[in-house]
């Protein structure tokens, strides 16, 4: 049964597409094979991220019109088995997608025996995050520790209840994870961040996991490296986390805390 | 005989929005109207309106019947009838429209018009016209039913940007209202968990319902059009159950 997953927020700039990466690369490392679908047509970065950026032929929009076929728009990921790449179109927007032509490419997708395909949402609530989540079984709603970031969120959350196909077939609803990105244990004790139990209990969604702000998530955006394959970082291991729980593993959370500081570090810190 | 009934005469109770007005002064009614339509122009477009002339006909003022009518029209609101008081001054007999008597005039016409059980009462004692119709017979001839309708139930938290109304019902929500959802109902608002969001009882004008939360952080309160901000609300009733209700036309915030 291929289950698809929608990567949304709402706001951008909070991880969406990192986490789409990480997520994509963490289920196919543990022998899933998965793709992870660009939807922000016009916007394309995840190509950059998973570091295939150059190896773009075809495209999203291409399969939709059928110009191409999937095998032909598909881009195998050069680390890791099973993992495949459907990059976003540069030079088209988002009314090149349609929900029938979307069905399509979903459906060839699951005949191709796919375990998982991962939906990278554009940011806003219009027709490209309409179209991403469209045919999401689950979501991975990503949040930042913030009051602008959590009511957007908030809001996809009511969007999904009502706009996503499980919504107007009547079906079992769309199964929700939280996702806090870029957490600051410091920040947060300090009161410039909202804590994790103030998000849960402002979006009231089942917790999938805490990513702690950590540089290493730039340098292997810069990389083009999903930040999971980095297991020596907070972050990678954090997202490693994740998807242990995402396949129903009961873990603690971690990264939740700030750091003691040692001695030196508070005599100068 | 046929087994299906094609219509079916029934009393009923309905609620509708009743507009009353204070002045016969269109400029000032155009004003105000205006100002209360804007407040929520999507609510108001095409909602059914009585208008209520007890006011006026109390001052024994006048007015433009016709003027008036065309200005609840141009603000969208439909004007399906008027009603008057006890007196009639027959300042209604100018707006051209169907009329309704209200409280203690309506039984007095009640009187005026006998029923079939009177008339008979009558034939049996035609010495007695002073008094045409005992007590005993009017509580017979008006027969009201009445309709309760299900209240709203929503179990699954409503979100920002997301809006419930419950048209002539309780509203009852069993979880929380995010901020930026708007939550509206004709009658009880009922929440059971955190109310962040806007609730609006009330809304066609019963003052008598009110709103209950468990959490009260809510971007603003209203019953039956009266408001307020949270900024307004005593910061001692924050994050605390709470009740919201109408206290002779002045709304009251009440820990639970």
Redesign the interface.
């Known amino acids: 049964m291929t289950k698809t997953i929608v990567v949304t927020s709402g706001k951008g700039g909070v991880g969406k597409t990192t986490t789409s990466a990480s997520i994509a690369t963490g289920l196919a490392k543990r022998g899933f094979k998965t793709v992870v679908i660009d939807f922000d047509v016009g916007l394309r970065n995840l190509d950059l991220i998973m570091g295939c950026e150059r190896r773009v032929v075809y495209d999203l929009v291409n399969l939709v019109n059928q110009e191409a076929s999937l095998h032909q728009t598909l881009i195998k990921d050069k680390r890791i088995e099973n993992l495949y790449i459907l990059p976003a179109s540069q030079t088209r927007d988002k009314d090149a997608l349609t929900i029938e032509g979307v069905a399509r490419v979903i459906h060839k997708l699951k005949k191709s025996d796919f375990d998982y395909i991962i939906c990278d949402s554009p940011a806003g609530?219009e027709k490209g995050a309409k179209m991403a989540l469209y045919f999401a079984d689950e979501a991975i709603v990503t949040t930042n520790p913030e009051v602008s970031s959590v009511?957007?969120s908030?809001?996809i959350?009511?969007?999904l209840?009502?706009e996503s196909k499980r919504s107007k077939m009547n079906e079992e609803p769309v199964k929700e994870h939280l996702l806090i990105t870029r957490y600051n244990p410091a920040r947060v004790k300090d009161g410039q961040m909202l804590s994790v139990d103030d998000i849960v209990d402002?979006l009231?969604i089942p917790l999938l996991g805490i990513i702690p702000e950590s540089p290493s998530v730039l340098d292997c955006s810069n990389a083009g490296k999903p930040v999971i394959l980095d297991e020596e970082s907070e972050a990678g291991q954090a997202y490693s986390d994740a998807i242990d729980r995402l396949l129903g593993e009961a873990k603690p959370h971690r990264f939740m805390d700030a750091p003691k500081k040692g001695l030196l570090a508070r005599l100068f810190g | 005989m046929s087994s299906t009934i094609g219509v079916e005469l029934k009393g009923g109770m309905y609620t509708f929005m009743s507009l009353k007005l204070h002045t016969n002064d269109m400029s000032v009614i155009d004003a105000e109207l205006a100002d209360k339509v804007l407040q929520a122009p999507g609510f108001f477009k095409d909602t059914p309106v009585v208008i209520d002339l007890s006011v006026l006909e109390e001052q024994e003022a006048d007015i433009d019947g016709k003027a008036l009518l065309e200005c609840i029209r141009r603000h969208k609101l439909v004007p399906i009838v008027a009603s008057i008081g006890d007196r009639s001054s027959g300042l209604a007999s100018s707006v051209a429209i169907p009329l309704i008597e209200s409280g203690a005039r309506r039984s007095a016409l009640s009187r005026e018009e006998p029923s079939q059980s009177a008339d008979s009462a009558r034939k049996e004692a035609p010495s007695n016209t002073q008094n045409p119709i005992p007590d005993v017979d009017l509580s017979v001839s008006r027969e009201v039913e009445y309709v309760v309708k299900a209240p709203l139930l929503i179990d699954?938290?409503?979100?920002?940007?997301?809006q419930v109304y419950a048209r002539d019902t309780d509203l009852i929500v069993m979880?929380?209202v995010?901020?930026?959802?708007e939550i509206i109902a004709d009658n009880n608002i009922h929440i059971y968990g955190p109310l962040?969001g806007r609730a609006l009882c009330g809304v066609s004008g019963n003052t008598s319902t009110r709103i209950f939360c468990q959490s009260l952080e809510a971007e603003l309160v209203s019953v039956a059009g009266n408001y307020r901000m949270l900024e307004t609300i005593p910061e001692e009733l924050r994050g605390k159950p709470a009740q919201i209700w109408l206290d002779k036309d002045r709304l009251t915030i009440e820990p639970l």
């Open positions: 609530i009511r957007d908030d809001r959350l009511g969007i209840q009502s402002l009231a | 699954k938290p409503v979100r920002s940007g997301q979880g929380q995010g901020p930026g959802a962040r």
